[in-house]
């Protein structure tokens, strides 16, 4: 599986943005995918997760409300849909990966070995 992330930019706050992920290979519905974002100094941390079949969607505490995580599965496209963005959602983020999280471990960024390359999101005030 390899990951191809854009969709980054310069945004005020208030604005919305779209993160977009190409998953290569063939993508199949137990694959997780996750999307999880650093920021200068501080550890990366989880942000939505799904399986590409679309029926498990879980977001971070930050991400609930405001963030959506879209499956477009005849692009093989995992898409992060952020409105509201404030400007501590600065940050890289990075699109992820695996055909063997389970399920309670979705939200686990030692779960997946597949990375994207990151994409950075910069929200001014």
């Known amino acids: 599986v390899q990951l191809q992330a854009s969709g980054g930019g310069l945004v005020q706050a208030g604005d919305s943005l779209r993160l977009s992920c190409v998953v290569s290979g063939r993508p199949f519905g137990r694959l997780a995918v996750a999307w999880f974002r650093q920021a200068p100094g501080k550890e990366r941390e989880f942000v939505a997760a799904?399986?590409?079949?679309?029926?498990?969607?879980t977001y971070a505490e930050s991400a609930k409300g405001r963030f959506t995580i879209v499956i477009e599965n005849s692009k093989n496209t995992v898409y992060l849909q952020m409105n509201s963005l404030r400007p501590e959602d600065t940050a890289v983020y990075y699109c992820?990966?695996?055909?063997?999280?389970?399920?309670?471990?979705?939200?686990?960024?030692?779960?997946?070995?597949?990375w994207g390359q990151g994409t950075e999101v910069t929200v001014s005030s």
């Open positions: 799904n399986r590409f079949s679309g029926n498990y969607a």
């Open positions: 992820a990966a695996d055909p063997s999280v389970i399920l309670s471990n979705l939200r686990s960024r030692a779960a997946y070995h597949n």
